[in-house]
């Protein structure tokens, strides 16, 4: 009965891959996010999806795609991988985008390009 | 831009009382939120301050002074388990997106 599930939890590469990380949650939400932690556990937003429409679209390399089937999935979809791409990659969900609404994390998603 | 402060590390022993504090600076401000997240783990949820004043959830209260762009997490009776980092974040922007802080790393010693 997992909330947010995200696939794999492990990823390593070489530079120049690309590669794609799944996420899915079975909360019933609506808004989906991507987040990026990086080695010092700096935690920034990189995308989110409300009811599978793009609402936020931080600075992110063009390289990096994200992909709402619906609204249960979002993906993200990495090009040309770069070693400043390693990171652990967080999927998270709430109900609407509402103040007070929490975010549920899914488990990570550790990258390491090489 | 938004940016948020908060102490990098704390240390305390079972059984005491921590205060993590938390500043920042933004525009549009909506809310402060805190999070926990154990090594390896996800972040979870804590607590929510939209107005200021206290929020209390057992062990744990949180506080916010929007005059003062502030606020903090108390833990109290801390336990072992507590040993985690904690990040403050705020809502702001259009679309109300979460800014996380750099998180604070707490020890609690036997």
């Known amino acids: 009965d997992t909330a947010v599930s995200q696939t794999p939890k492990y990823l390593v590469t070489q530079m120049g891959n690309d590669k794609s990380i799944k996420c899915e949650q079975n909360l019933g939400h609506d808004t989906m996010y991507w987040y990026k932690q990086d080695s010092k556990k700096f935690l920034k937003i990189m995308f989110s999806?409300?009811?599978?429409?793009?609402?936020i679209n931080e600075t992110v390399p063009n390289r990096f795609s994200p992909k709402s089937p619906d609204k249960a999935h979002l993906n993200l979809h990495i090009n040309s991988l770069e070693l400043g791409d390693s990171a652990v990659y967080f999927c998270?969900?709430?109900?609407?985008?509402?103040?007070?609404?929490?975010?549920?994390f899914g488990p990570g998603t550790r990258l390491t390009v090489l | 831009g938004q940016s948020l402060e908060q102490p990098s590390e704390v240390t305390a022993v079972e059984g005491a009382i921590v205060q993590i504090n938390c500043t920042y600076q933004?525009?549009?401000?909506?809310?402060l939120s805190w999070y926990q997240q154990h090594d390896g783990g996800a972040p979870t949820f804590l607590s929510y301050?939209?107005?200021?004043g206290l929020e209390e959830t057992g062990r744990f209260s949180s506080f916010l002074s929007r005059s003062d762009s502030y606020g903090y997490l108390l833990l109290q009776e801390l336990q072992m388990k507590d040993s985690a980092s904690y990040f403050c974040a705020v809502r702001s922007g259009s679309a109300r997106q979460l800014t996380f802080g750099s998180g604070t790393q707490l020890t609690v010693l036997p």
């Open positions: 933004t525009s549009g401000f909506y809310g």
């Open positions: 301050n939209g107005l200021d």
């Open positions: 998270a969900s709430s109900l609407g985008t509402g103040l007070a609404n929490e975010q549920f």
């Open positions: 999806y409300n009811n599978k429409e793009l609402i």
